[in-house]
């Protein structure tokens, strides 16, 4: 039986290492995915995710005659304000399902068949809480509950009518959130980070953890490390003085990456990922630390200045 559909609208060009996303998901086959897209490239589609033509128009109409209010959908990246309403607005896709969820495509997929299983969460009615993974129980009255107010207060309506992004889809940038709302109104929620989410900065993967108790991130400070999906699976390797330590994530996000794929690396059974590219890796030998050490020799990476660039010079020399 199938658990959960993941439901992506995405428009515009896919990232160039979407091939290997969808080669994580199709081993997760108790899992769908949905991909609203305007981009009709030739992927190789696996029979779990479903591409679905749609332009930038068509969503915004669709989406424009579930609601009363008057949506701001000027620019594609206010999706991700939008991402809780997707069990609403295309609640006739997932009729099927016990759960649907909304995922990030700048992410490569892990175990999700062994560590979701559905005895674990249909305890929920709401799973994690940023908005790079996020699951719903899929009921007529969960599907709404982003309507529902706070003490007074409809956060949606902030959400989806103003242009700027307010970040209503996940905890961690203020109170006024889907997450909120659904604590707020009692419902069952699992708040643990199960995620790999390399920090934006610097260039090596420094792992940040979200602390639901506390309403904070915490940066990890492991140095000798690396981060692999083993053809089902993503596991890093921590590299110690007499040995090698594993530990298993829900799924690797990389947020704001500009990656390069290595020869092969779409059609291998495993690969490693390093912080600006894909390489394939015979998963035999990964215990082999000079194997392991020329995997992690790296050019040179310009992805920190890059990301000054963009925040610091490219924002305020070149707004519009």
Request: net charge positive; glycine share 4%; proline share 4%.
């Amino acid at each position: 039986m199938k658990r959960a559909c993941f439901i992506i609208p995405y428009f515009g060009k896919l990232p160039n290492y979407f091939q290997l996303f969808l080669n994580s998901c199709k081993p997760n086959k108790s899992f769908d995915w949905l991909i609203f897209t305007d981009d009709m490239s030739n992927f190789d589609y696996p029979e779990n995710v479903k591409r679905v033509s749609m332009s930038w128009n068509e969503f915004q109409k669709k989406a424009q005659e579930k609601f009363d209010i008057k949506l701001s959908l000027e620019f594609t990246r206010k999706l991700c304000d939008f991402k809780p309403t997707y069990g609403y607005i295309f609640e006739n896709y997932i009729q099927k399902y016990p759960y649907w969820g909304y995922c990030d495509i700048d992410t490569i997929m892990g175990n999700l068949d062994k560590l979701l299983p559905i005895d674990f969460i249909e305890k929920y009615d709401k799973l994690f809480s940023l908005g790079h993974m996020v699951l719903f129980k899929n009921s007529p009255e969960i599907n709404k509950v982003f309507m529902k107010s706070v003490n007074g207060n409809w956060y949606y309506k902030k959400a989806l009518t103003e242009n700027e992004i307010t970040v209503f889809d996940e905890t961690g940038n203020g109170k006024h959130n889907v997450d909120t709302i659904f604590v707020k109104n009692g419902y069952k929620v699992f708040h643990a980070d199960w995620s790999y989410n390399p920090r934006v900065t610097p260039t090596k993967f420094k792992n940040v953890i979200y602390d639901y108790s506390n309403d904070t991130f915490h940066n990890e400070d492991l140095k000798d490390t690396l981060c692999v999906w083993n053809g089902k699976s993503i596991i890093r390797y921590i590299f110690q003085e007499n040995f090698v330590k594993n530990e298993e994530f829900l799924y690797v996000h990389l947020q704001q990456r500009k990656m390069k794929l290595k020869k092969g690396v779409e059609r291998a059974k495993a690969f490693a990922i390093i912080p600006n590219e894909f390489i394939p890796i015979d998963i035999t030998k990964i215990n082999d630390l000079n194997y392991i050490k020329n995997i992690k020799r790296q050019g040179i990476n310009f992805h920190y200045i890059r990301i000054l660039w963009n925040w610091k010079v490219k924002n305020r020399f070149f707004r519009k």
